[in-house]
């Protein structure tokens, strides 16, 4: 996901692209293929294993590289000595500090720039050498034949200690990275006309980026050109960051990336790794392999930020908010890397509220800097705000739902009052609530509660700012004279089901079956500019620009079907995979056109068109959750979920109903078991693995994960009326958990995760 | 990633012994442990000792004066599926069927559960600690959430297994081969308390092989249970656990063992509990006495206190299950 809206708002706008039917019309309530349950175009490659994820790639003469990260918090490098490990056998280069060849400006995207093995380790992990070796097993032994010679500094690993006068600076200047404020109608007076008042802190621990395949590339070079294979949500993204460290024209760096084995935000950017497997794959001539450990991606590959959060909020007695106050502190890590980004959104545009103001900090702490993850900031957010809604709702006696309900906004308030296309959070919020039998079982939650296993029921609300998609993005469809095609985008699939949808698309507008499509994507070789596939605005942006380069090619089709008929194209409609008079007297395949059969191919080009003014294209979310705690233990266990979603057009109801199990999945682990521990003296990360950090696994989400998608098409939004999807679901998943949680006990926890060691002793001091 | 290493998988137990008393030999049985730790340099081995060809070890038999031998090549799943030891031992059964996952069930074996390193994060990350032959602990003044609230002494780890607190519960007792012949032990003297030396896990001696686990038959009137408290319901250590085995006659408690998982560096007997719930009938205040001797001596760290209340509210549930039957 982009870092901040002007990523998405301030895109150029792209004229219409040539021979698009600009009369592009809604597909309306009946279509073949849009709409169904279809598995993926790709899924026997996947489940057979014959897909080759750029970690699978071998090309013949491959080496293997590997980096030598700072084991400390803070330390200067004073002096290192690779000569032992370049004499090891089976390596053939080691790259340092001591190789300024070999060590290009890099920056973490912040004004404090460096080298790629800087002097000055400011994180655990950051690259001090690496090497290139005949196998994997012969760098790591030549890694730790490098010498080299720290000087420990003081660190600071706390976003909270690190603002306190005194504590270590991670730059000159002071650990402030940067500082904003909201504000809009009048705070004090809006607590004054409030009933209730209360305020809150929160805190949410950091969120690892740890996804199945680690972070990495492959990169080869023939002659002055690179090519990198590389695990990435967007390969013109990492095209233009090697370009500029390697300062190379574009037109000289290849990136491919046809698999992704996860990535969540993690790899919206490239990384050090990608410069270095280039740096020695030239030095050695020869193609390098280059993939983080596990260890290596939990220290270095990226984090959802910790937050402190207070909120302060005011409500009347009859449910009407009238003033929220909201100040967060987030780390970016090492570097400025939007410790903060997004963390007011959902306190400043969720539920309708005149008196609003917001302030953010970000700080510099010791550690890895941080990364977009799966719906930044709101997340973050969501933990306090629907918490705080509920707490509301128990002071003034009301029903969380309906308070909820008195508070929906008509448009989004903290862009300019856009209205809303949809009613999409009423939408959720209700047809949820009924799926589920909230009431019902708000109401027998304590009449299940047997002893010490007690019941309850929570829920949350959501909405995402940037799931409009928009331009640019420019795909290429070519229909082939036996009336298959190919589709050509740039975009990555990330494990999200994108190719499906989008052979959907294609299917659905030339009357074939998705595996009649053929898909030619996110290579900077062969496609066109895409933006990374992230901030849920893959299928949005994507879809419609399909969908435009069918129609034209449609739009040749029909001249080619007026000729040959000898009618007036007005006169022509399609019908699947035919074309037919409207008098319905004559029909022809689109295989039976005879110019079509002569030139054996017709060339569509579709962009993707600005996003209507003056309306707000946002996707909503709410979902519903019953837990049993276990008050002798502190045990919670997740009874069952349902995600109602309103994101426009459901296209594939398989993958979105796989969006919303895998988003709920990621929130269960934010709410229960995920935490990094950075070590109290040292600062040096705790749990750097799988057993350590604690992912859920299947036992720990609920057996039954209803999914209840409000099924409408939002047809201002685009040509296709789809908004995103991967955020939204994972955005109230601990809300609703820690609300469940709070209604089982009659007691609330303000820090994630919830679980035994975090939950028991405050269960028994009550009960003692 | 792993270091060169020889790998020998010799076809007798005599020859495995001989084989592991030169040089920094260690032996693979499942090597689910030992794996990790050589991949993440917890420790070094020039040799690799496999006893994947010693097809004895594996397998459970009933012995004559009715107990349970169980080979320490026996896979994990095995134990937790033997209908034998479901009905006679149904705490071991459990242990068994709560350790780590499916797969590593099905890969780990019973010695390999018992000889297994801890899982503390210093002493499998880059800390130079006591236990690596450091100077010191570093949960001491670092994260210690998971570490230990009785025996901790110099090294604060908490022993991993889920099986060895049962087998102690049980009376079992090791069997083992060596340089210098064979020996039994109980599994309650297995594990090295870290004041004695903190650098080991177990009594074992160089070259010494665990060959079998005698469990002792099922005293009538046994109750047997065991209960993990974990915060991930699959692939995870305990925070907090415990084994029962109580010998019931009527309502009352003719003798019994407890032992704790997870709350000090090796399987901890209770005698406080035990001492409360001897002789007596399971009622609630005395079950409510139990639990709370438990904890009685506990010396809690700096963040682990919680462990406090979390073993006495285990130990409550499952002593008024143990009443109900
Ligand atoms: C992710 C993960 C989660 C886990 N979770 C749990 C859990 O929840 N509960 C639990 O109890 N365990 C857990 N374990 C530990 C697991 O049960 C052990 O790894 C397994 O039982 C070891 O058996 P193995 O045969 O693979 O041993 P190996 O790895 O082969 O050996 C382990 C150690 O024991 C020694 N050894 C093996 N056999 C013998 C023998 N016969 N005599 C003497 N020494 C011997 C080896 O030299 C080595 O030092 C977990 C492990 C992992 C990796």
Sequence with gaps: ?768 | MLTPFAYVRPASLQDAVAALTEGNAHIHAGGTDLLGCLRDEVFGADRLVSLAALGDLAGLRETRDGGLDIGAMTTITDIAAHPLVQRRYPGLAQAAGEVASPQLRNQGTLGGNLCQKPRCWYYRGDFPCLRKGGHKCFAVNGENEYHCIFGGANCFIVHPSDIAPALVSLDAEIETAGPSGGRRLPVSQLHMPPEQDPTRETLLKPGEVIVKVHVPPAPAGLYSSYRKVRTRRSWDFAVAGCALALVMDGDRVRDCRVVLAAAAPIPWRSPETEQVLRGQTLDDAVIRKAAKAAVANARPMTKNAYKIPLFEGMLLEELRKAAQV
Aim: glycine share 10%; aromatic share 6%.
């Design chain 1, 1 to 768: 996901m982009a870092d901040n809206e002007t990523d998405i708002e301030g895109q150029p706008r792209i004229a219409p692209d040539a021979g698009a039917a600009d009369d592009a019309r809604p597909w309306g309530e009946q279509t073949r293929v849009v709409g169904n349950r279809r598995p993926r175009v790709d899924a026997w490659e996947r489940v057979s294993g014959a897909a080759v994820f750029p970690s699978d790639l071998v090309l013949p003469g491959m080496l293997h590289a590997a980096v030598l990260g700072s084991p400390h918090a803070n330390a200067r490098v004073t002096a290192i000595d690779t000569s032992r490990a370049e004499r090891m056998p089976g390596v053939y280069a080691v790259i340092s500090r001591n190789t300024p060849e070999a060590n290009p400006d890099w920056d973490y995207f912040s004004a404090h720039s460096g080298k790629l093995f800087y002097d000055h380790c400011r994180f655990e992990g950051d690259a001090v050498a690496a090497v290139a070796a005949q196998s994997p097993y012969q760098a790591h032994d030549a890694l730790r034949a490098i010498q080299v010679e720290y000087e420990i500094l003081p660190f600071v690993s706390d976003e909270l200690e690190a603002l306190k006068p005194g504590a270590p600076e991670v730059h000159s200047g002071g650990n402030r990275a940067g500082t904003q404020t909201y504000a809009r109608g009048n705070i004090e007076q809006g607590f004054s006309e409030a009933d209730l008042v209360l305020e809150q802190r929160y805190r949410t621990a950091s969120e690892m980026h740890t996804p199945l395949e680690p972070h990495g590339c492959v990169a080869r070079w023939d002659g002055d050109s690179l090519t990198v294979w590389e695990s990435t949500q967007g390969v013109y993204a990492v095209q233009s960051k090697i370009a500029d460290v390697l300062k190379l024209p574009l037109s000289r760096v290849r990136v491919i990336g046809h698999y992704v084995g996860g990535a969540f935000g993690s790899k919206l950017r490239t990384d050090k790794y990608a410069i270095i497997a280039a740096l020695l794959a030239r030095r050695v001539n020869r193609p390098v392999k280059l993939f983080m450990t596990r260890e290596q991606t939990l220290l270095t590959q990226g984090n959802r930020p910790p937050a402190t959060m207070t909120v302060k909020a005011g409500v009347k007695k009859d449910g009407t908010l009238t003033a929220i106050q909201f100040s967060g502190i987030g780390a970016s890590g090492a570097y400025k890397a939007g410790g903060t980004s997004l963390l007011d959104w959902l306190a400043k545009d969720l539920y309708r509220c005149a008196n609003v103001s917001t302030e953010l900090t970000d700080v510099y702490i010791n550690a890895q800097p941080a990364r977009p993850f799966r719906a930044p900031g709101y997340v973050q957010c969501s933990w306090a705000m629907e918490q705080m809604m509920d707490a509301l709702a128990d002071g003034l006696g009301m029903d969380p739902v309906e308070l909820r309900l008195r508070n929906i906004p008509a448009g989004t308030q903290a862009r300019d009052d856009k209205p809303y296309t949809t009613d999409g959070l009423r939408l959720c919020i209700e047809q949820g609530a009924r799926a589920f039998g909230w009431q019902e079982a708000r109401a027998a939650a304590a009449q299940h509660s047997k002893g010490h296993l007690q019941r309850g029921v929570g829920m949350a609300a959501a909405n995402w700012y940037a799931g409009d998609g928009g331009p640019p993005s420019t795909v290429i469809v070519r229909l082939y004279a036996d009336g298959t095609a190919n589709l050509n985008m740039g975009a990555s699939d990330i494990g999200t089901g994108t190719k499906t949808v989008m052979a959907m698309v294609v299917a659905e507008e030339f009357g074939v079956d998705p595996d009649a499509v053929q898909i030619e994507h996110a290579d900077t070789g062969t496609t066109q500019y895409a933006t990374p596939s992230g901030g849920s605005k893959t299928v949005p942006t994507e879809a419609p620009a399909v969908r435009r380069a069918c129609l034209a090619v449609k739009s040749q089709l029909l001249d080619m079907a007026a000729q040959q008929l000898g009618r007036p194209r007005e006169e022509i409609v399609f019908d699947g995979d035919h074309l037919r008079t409207t008098d319905g007297l004559e029909s022809l395949a689109i295989r039976e056109l005879d110019r079509l059969r002569k030139q054996k191919v017709v060339v569509g080009v579709g962009q993707r068109q600005s996003n209507p003014q003056g309306v707000s294209i946002t996707p909503f979310a709410a979902q519903f959750c019953e837990v049993e705690v276990n008050t002798l233990t502190g045990e919670v266990r997740l009874l069952r979920m349902l995600g109602s979603n309103e994101s426009g057009r459901v296209i594939n109801r398989l993958t979105w109903d796989g969006q919303l199990i895998g988003g709920i999945t990621m929130g269960v682990g934010y709410a229960t078991t995920e935490r990094r521990v950075l070590d109290g003296p040292t600062g040096k990360l705790c749990n750097k693995n799988w057993h350590d950090y604690k992912l859920p696994t299947t036992l720990d989400v609920p057996a039954e994960v209803i999914s209840e998608p409000i099924m409408l098409t939002d047809e201002q939004a685009n040509i296709v009326g789809a908004k995103g999807l991967g955020e939204p679901v994972t955005i109230p998943t601990a809300g609703a958990i820690a609300n469940a949680v709070a209604h089982a006990l009659g007691m609330r926890l303000y820090d994630t995760p919830i679980n035994p060691v975090t939950l028991i002793e405050r269960v028994a001091a009550r009960e003692a």
